[in-house]
């Protein structure tokens, strides 16, 4: 079957370095996504990682293992603004595109 | 270049009654998925089209959910004879080939009363 596990909710500290971690098990794989989503807004594009190691953006850093089917989102410098939830994607090898996503991480950042 | 559009944004039904959702897609996109997000849960893969086709509709529900994306026009995702367990976000994602970068719409959040 497929699951994508992150944890529910996640409280940092502004200026402070939280990790947001995601585990998966899919019958197959082709990359997965991190996206961000504010309360009732659309959810966002972060970063994609198809081959192991860290890809790193700005503030937002991202890692892949594929063996042990593990990713984490690293967001630096915490800004109030970065509090919303941030999903875990994968797309399956056999997909023709679609995504499967996780129930995503709450992320709230305190002054 | 305008991102995905979506309408409406709010859209309330009673019990029985036709939902229609449209989705634009951004321009030169060709690929359109739809999801459907539940509260407090993530979102959802429904169906997946190109234009005039239907190319995975393995996240629909068997009954009265349809999806199309006409030649001309947006991507409709159409309900039939709404119920409450129908209360949901709709999102749209358009991508300009299969198996890249996906970018959404704001959402149809649709209540049934």
């Known amino acids: 079957g497929q699951n994508i596990d992150q944890p529910t909710e996640m409280t940092a500290t502004e200026g402070a370095i939280v990790q947001i971690n995601c585990t998966y098990q899919t019958s197959g794989f082709n990359g997965l996504f991190w996206y961000q989503q504010h309360a009732g807004e659309a959810p966002t594009f972060l970063s994609y990682?198809?081959?192991?190691g860290l890809e790193e953006k700005g503030r937002f850093s991202s890692f892949l293992s594929r063996s042990k089917g593990y990713s984490y989102l690293l967001l630096k410098e915490l800004q109030m603004k970065d509090s919303a939830s941030y999903l875990c994607a994968v797309r399956d090898r056999g997909s023709q595109g679609n995504l499967i996503f996780g129930k995503g991480t709450k992320l709230s950042v305190k002054p | 270049n305008a991102g995905v559009m979506q309408n409406p944004r709010h859209l309330v039904r009673r019990r029985g009654q036709e939902a229609r959702l449209r989705c634009s897609p951004m321009?030169?996109?060709?690929?359109v998925y739809w999801y459907r997000q539940l509260p407090e849960e993530g979102l959802k893969f429904m169906v997946y089209?190109?234009?005039?086709?239907?190319?995975?509709e393995s996240g629909m529900p068997k009954e009265r959910f349809s999806a199309e994306f006409p030649k001309e026009g947006p991507s409709i995702l159409r309900i039939q004879q709404v119920v409450r367990g129908d209360s949901a976000a709709y999102f749209c994602?358009?991508?300009?080939?299969?198996?890249?970068?996906?970018?959404f719409g704001q959402g149809t959040r649709l209540t049934v009363v």
């Open positions: 990682n198809v081959l192991d």
């Open positions: 321009k030169g996109h060709s690929h």
């Open positions: 089209l190109q234009k005039e086709n239907i190319i995975d």
């Open positions: 994602a358009s991508s300009p080939g299969r198996g890249t970068e996906a970018f």
